[in-house]
């Protein structure tokens, strides 16, 4: 065997081959440009009111960051051949490409590499996952059980007082357990800023989970389509201290009796 | 039918065709209306009655169509003990019926493929109209273009016509024209379930496009229990459209799946077996299990509504959860219905004009296997929000992630055909590239909603929206386009006018990034789907999103103009325009009745390219015994 049959197909000539150069800087450049744009959906979806929505932005980024690579190698490698590799004119190219028919190497690599990615996609799920059940103790859960109406949404408070508002109040830093329900059609209870949301299915109580770590006023929206008026099924949740929810809590107390 | 009348008129199954059909249809419809209005019970103790006279009428209508247009000739004559002679075969296939044979049925496997195409055609522009609609109506923050009733009627019907749509455009034009070509078959394996999964269709879209004058399909195309319960009669338009489609996908795919795997030609080994035939049958092949829980779901569904039954009625034992599961369980692997058939139609054109091997045969197989034995384990990813079993979701999150794996090999094979390849860029090859493009994006959002606590923010969001249209419309409709250019020549005998088709499929292209660029900017702001208003927060994306959607108007009426004129005027195309190894291209144009006067035999795969003694597109003709 010759040395040049040896070094060929070996890495060192592959990556001398001046097609490889060209598409690896492509590469380079198109990673880094959605690595960039990596932080930017999880921009858009404006400020984290929640525990949970710091781990669900977290995850967009994160999850952009590890596909960046591949998704790069996808269109590096279609833009070089649209111009290194592309016939000229419009008539039937009269010469062939190249009759390669498979590479095992190839084959193998990309299955272990996806297999890999794939297993840090769902690692990182599970944890996200396990994350947002983490709590303090239940005693210190306050409880809320959420009532979807066409087309309304109502809030009965039970531990904290025995009384309905159709406008959430929630203090801050402390985990809020919603019980969710419906009197007629399925409804999806969603507080947009603080990304979680849990259906509401008639005769079936679901439950959800969020700790509130922002001060404010956020959207609450129903994401399930529920009739005639679906678009106008919205309120808002007030995030408040904890001495103002007392407040907020005696005064509804108050007008209840 | 005496014998004697029988020798001279050849029977009355000549006189039948689409406007008897029609006519019958009525008729009966009309007949069985009248009888259940004078007949069933009504009164205020009697809630189901409008139900049970509109579901009757429908039922009625389609019974009486397929009658009128002879589907049942066949049978009939077997049960006679007259059974069909080869002269009434000949005739049922259209020997010499030159136009009229597309108005009756006919089951020649061309004139179904042609009969699909133009019905795909009519119902992506019918769905498209309404996509129209909805975007006007969004276009401003509190637009008062059509109400809220209307909008969600609208919403309702966009998604069914396009979901039937697109299920049928690569299976239905080219599964039934193409593929029994391509294996080097003289017809499809049933020919008369081929016509009969045709006429089903047409005697489906009927009753689907009365929707909206019974009040409308008001609760989008999941039609989820108990809204479907409320919803006004046209959810019986669509309950029946199902029942009617699920039968028609069904026998289709029989058919289609008999024909891959028992009528190929003879040395077609199934590593010598096109790509296409791959993709295609596992595409029906999915479909097998998954419409029969469809249709389950709406039997159950018009039960409820039109017997007082209750299987979605939570106060009376059901469960609404039971609707979803039963339709997730069709609406997962559906789909991959319509995303595989368009996918590997491009692993056919890749090769062809990247004058190179399909890259690793092995793979995309692989491929495609994988994909669909792990499509019909994802389904409950549509339900991590739904509170059914929260315990699952870690579960479907798995077996959601794992289908990446096999989808990623997709795309290896593409990347790794056009690797080094002599790429001669036309419209099918176009297509090919907005697809890699278009399926990246539907993919990586894929795997973004395929994570619970990410999907817990953004179900039911307008980023949804957007997600699912990068893949059925920027991917597998866009690929359908890729497939009509390609294959435009053979089925029409003429070249598609590329210098004014390809400037069109590229404004649709832009229109489309366009478009859903806007709508994943108002899903990540929290924009609910479906509503006909919103917050002033999503003015912007919204109105970016209506803009491209005309865009995308413009550039497939231009394009549909380019079809018809090409079709009717094009320059006439020869046998094998492209260059291409399959079967199909070995055929004549016009192709003779039969296919094939003597079957071919096959001695290596479609994909010999690479070899420049091989590549004469005179010496291939070696490899076909003709």
């Known amino acids: 065997m010759s040395t040049k049959e040896r070094t060929r197909g070996s890495i060192g000539e592959f990556i001398r081959r001046p097609y490889v150069r060209h598409i690896f800087v492509i590469w380079v450049f198109v990673t880094i440009a959605i690595a960039l744009f990596a932080p930017v959906q999880s921009r858009l979806m404006g400020n984290s009111a929640s525990l949970e929505m710091d781990v669900v932005k977290e995850t967009m980024t994160i999850f952009t960051f590890w596909s960046a690579p591949v998704a790069g190698l996808v269109i590096s490698i279609a833009l070089y051949s649209l111009f290194g590799w592309r016939s000229k004119g419009d008539a039937a190219p009269t010469e062939d490409g190249s009759p390669m028919r498979s590479n095992s190497k190839v084959v193998v690599g990309w299955l272990v590499g996806s297999s890999i990615l794939c297993v840090m996609l769902l690692v990182w799920g599970l944890a996200a996952m396990s994350e947002s059940h983490n709590g303090s103790d239940p005693a210190e859960v306050h409880t809320v059980n959420v009532v979807g109406n066409q087309w309304v949404w109502n809030f009965d408070y039970k531990d904290d007082g025995n009384f309905s508002t159709p406008v959430l109040y929630l203090p801050v830093d402390e985990p809020v357990m919603f019980n969710i329900t419906s009197v007629d059609v399925i409804h999806s209870f969603w507080i947009v800023e603080m990304g979680v949301k849990m259906d509401a299915n008639p005769h079936e109580t679901t439950h959800m989970r969020v700790t509130p770590t922002e001060l404010g006023v956020f959207n609450i929206r129903c994401a399930e389509l529920c009739g005639l008026n679906h678009s106008a099924m919205f309120t808002k949740v007030h995030v408040v201290s904890k001495s103002d929810y007392k407040a907020w809590v005696d005064s509804m107390k108050g007008s209840a009796q | ?626």
Do not use: C
Not at chain 2, 133 to 144: A, E
Not at chain 2, 191 to 206: G, Q, T
Not at chain 2, 546 to 561: D, E, K, N, Q
């Open chain 2, 1 to 626: 039918m005496s014998s004697v009348a029988h020798k001279k008129s050849k029977g009355i199954m000549r006189k039948l065709n689409a406007f008897t059909g029609i006519a019958f249809g009525l008729l009966l419809g009309f007949t069985v209306n009248y009888l259940a209005r004078k007949y069933l019970a009504q009164g205020e103790d009697f809630p189901f009655y409008g139900d049970q006279v509109i579901i009757s009428t429908m039922l009625a209508w389609a019974l009486g169509f397929m009658i009128g247009v002879g589907a049942f000739v066949g049978p009939y004559r077997w049960l006679m003990n007259r059974d069909l002679s080869y002269e009434d075969q000949m005739w049922l296939a259209g020997k010499d019926a030159g136009t009229a044979r597309y108005f009756r049925f006919t089951t020649d496997h061309k004139v179904v493929g042609i009969q699909y195409l133009i019905m795909t055609m009519v119902l992506l522009g019918v769905g498209g109209t309404l996509a129209m609609m909805i975007r006007t109506q969004l276009s401003m923050p509190n637009n008062h273009f059509i109400n809220h009733s209307m909008y969600n009627s609208f919403v309702g019907l966009h998604g069914i016509i396009m979901i039937i749509a697109t299920i049928i455009m690569v299976t239905g034009p080219f599964g039934n024209f193409i593929l029994p070509i391509m294996i080097g078959a003289r017809d499809m394996a049933f020919p008369r379930l081929n016509a009969l999964s045709f006429w089903l269709i047409f005697a489906a879209v009927p009753i689907l496009l009365a929707a909206p004058f019974l009040g409308g399909i008001s609760t989008g195309w999941t039609a989820y229990a108990p809204l479907s319960t409320q919803a006004p009669p046209g959810m019986d338009a669509y309950i029946i459209t199902i029942i009617i489609f699920a039968v028609s996908s069904a026998v289709a795919g029989a058919n289609i799946t008999t024909t891959a795997v028992t009528m190929r030609a003879r040395g077609m080994t199934w590593d010598r077996t096109p790509i296409f035939v791959y993709g295609a049958v596992a595409s029906v092949g999915v479909a097998i299990p998954a419409f029969p829980m469809f249709m389950a779901s709406q039997i159950f569904s018009g039960l409820d509504r039109a017997m007082g039954a209750s299987f979605y009625d939570a106060t009376n034992g059901g469960s609404g959860w039971l609707y979803a599961n039963l339709f997730w369980l069709m609406g997962h692997p559906e789909v991959y219905v319509i995303l595989l058939p368009a996918l590997v139609a491009l692993l056919e054109i890749v090769p062809v004009f990247s004058r190179s091997p399909l890259f690793s045969f092995n793979a995309a197989v692989a491929g495609i296997v994988g994909i669909t034995g792990l499509s019909v384990l994802v389904w409950a990813h549509h339900m991590y929000a739904s509170g059914w079993a929260p315990n699952l979701n870690a579960p479907f999150m798995l077996t959601t992630e794992i289908i990446s794996i096999p989808t990623g090999l997709l795309f290896l094979v593409f990347i790794g055909t056009i690797w080094r390849g002599n790429i001669w860029v036309r419209l099918p090859m176009i297509a090919v590239y907005a697809v890699l493009w278009n399926f990246l994006i539907g993919g990586i959002t894929g795997i973004y909603l395929s994570d619970v606590p990410a999907d817990m923010a953004l179900h039911g969001s307008m980023y949804v929206t957007a997600h699912f249209h990068y893949t059925l419309m920027g991917a597998g409709l866009t690929g359908m386009i890729g497939a009509t250019a390609y294959w435009f020549p053979k089925m029409t005998g003429r070249m598609l006018n590329e210098k004014i088709a390809t400037p069109a499929f590229l404004i649709m292209q832009l229109g489309f990034q366009v478009t859903f660029f806007g709508m994943f900017l108002v899903g990540l702001q929290g924009q609910p789907r479906r509503v006909a208003m919103y917050d002033i927060l999503f003015a912007n994306g919204n109105k970016i999103s209506t803009m491209g959607a005309y865009t995308i108007f413009f550039g497939a009426l231009i394009m549909l103009v380019t079809i018809i004129d090409s079709w009717r005027h094009g320059e006439v195309a020869p046998a094998n325009p492209w260059g291409s190894q399959t079967l199909e291209w070995k055929v004549p144009n016009p192709i003779p009745l039969e296919n094939f006067l003597v079957p071919p035999v096959v001695t290596g795969d479609p994909y010999q390219f690479g070899k420049p003694d091989i590549y004469d597109l005179g010496a291939d003709k070696e490899k076909v015994e003709v």
